[in-house]
């Protein structure tokens, strides 16, 4: 079982138990750094969250079946008062606990079911390319993006398309996604829509520019359409990299997904290869 999937499997055996990410690591034997940066990545929440949501939509279902005692509720969700159960449940379900008891009904609110404790998709990689690459100069819409919101990277390449071919000094052909910084008190990631640029590019108001170091990388392609590529980078993360004896550099810069001359936007398909950068191992 990997390390996201044991602490799927511990939160969903204790979540109204106090529960820390010492514990969850532990219990996954990876360190806190490594599982607070890859659930997020293969579950699109990050630990806090999913452990908050979990916990507020089995209250819901529990207020919506007609349970008598909102503090009894709030008490095995793991809230020591009325008031703080209130305030963590409005925030996310858009209602008060009372609301949700009175009307009885669980439709329109936005429950956290319990994730699978296997990848929905089965992925078979592909044997990587160890390559050691030169610095290679980025320059794109930078955003931060709630994990959570399945929809928000797709809609920032949306924002980034009509740049591709209109930026004088860009390199033509593939396109970059260069994750940053993950911080792990709001759940959110850094992450850029990003073309290769020369030293004279004029860029865009909007534009940043980064500068991503020499490194050696493992490239691993992904197969299929775009849309199965969380499958793919969880078998990355959880199963190849643990294996391969290479550790993963800390970010930023870390983590790159390589779309290909040939890739279609419109379609889906194309190539696509994740980039793990790798720490020196001399």
């Given at each position: 079982m990997s390390a996201v999937a044991k602490t799927i499997w511990m939160i969903e055996s204790r979540f109204g138990l106090p529960l820390t990410l010492e514990e969850m690591a532990?219990?996954?034997?990876?360190?806190?750094?490594?599982?607070?940066?890859?659930?997020?990545?293969v579950t699109?929440?990050?630990?806090s969250q999913y452990l908050r949501g979990r916990r507020l939509s089995e209250a819901a279902k529990a207020l919506a079946g007609g349970a008598p005692d909102i503090l009894s509720v709030a008490l095995d969700a793991g809230y020591g008062s009325h008031e703080a159960f209130t305030r963590a449940f409005r925030d996310l379900m858009g209602l008060t606990p009372d609301e949700v008891r009175r009307r009885q009904r669980?439709?329109?609110l936005p429950l956290v079911e319990p994730l699978r404790m296997d990848n929905a998709v089965s992925v078979k990689l592909s044997e990587p390319r160890i390559?050691?690459?030169?610095?290679?100069?980025?320059?794109?819409?930078?955003?931060?993006?709630?994990?959570?919101?399945?929809?928000s990277m797709p809609a920032q390449w949306q924002r980034f398309a009509p740049y591709l071919g209109n930026v004088p000094g860009a390199v033509a052909g593939a396109t970059y996604g260069l994750c940053g910084c993950y911080f792990e008190r709001d759940g959110t990631l850094e992450y850029m829509s990003g073309m290769e640029v020369g030293d004279t590019a004029e860029l865009p108001p909007a534009f940043k520019l980064v500068t991503v170091p020499a490194q050696r990388y493992a490239r691993l392609a992904h197969r299929g359409h775009i849309?199965?590529?969380?499958?793919?980078?969880a078998a990355i993360i959880e199963e190849w990299l643990p294996r391969s004896g290479y550790r993963q550099k800390q970010p930023p810069w870390s983590f790159i997904e390589y779309y290909g001359p040939d890739?279609?936007?419109?379609?889906?398909?194309?190539?696509?290869?994740?980039?793990?950068?790798?720490?020196?191992q001399g």
């Open positions: 532990v219990h996954a034997g990876v360190s806190r750094y490594h599982l607070s940066h890859i659930f997020p990545r699109g929440y990050s630990i669980l439709d329109g390559e050691d690459l030169p610095a290679l100069r980025v320059a794109g819409l930078m955003e931060r993006h709630d994990l959570t919101a399945a929809a849309t199965t590529i969380r499958s793919t980078i890739f279609n936007s419109s379609t889906g398909l194309g190539t696509v290869e994740i980039w793990i950068a790798l720490e020196d």
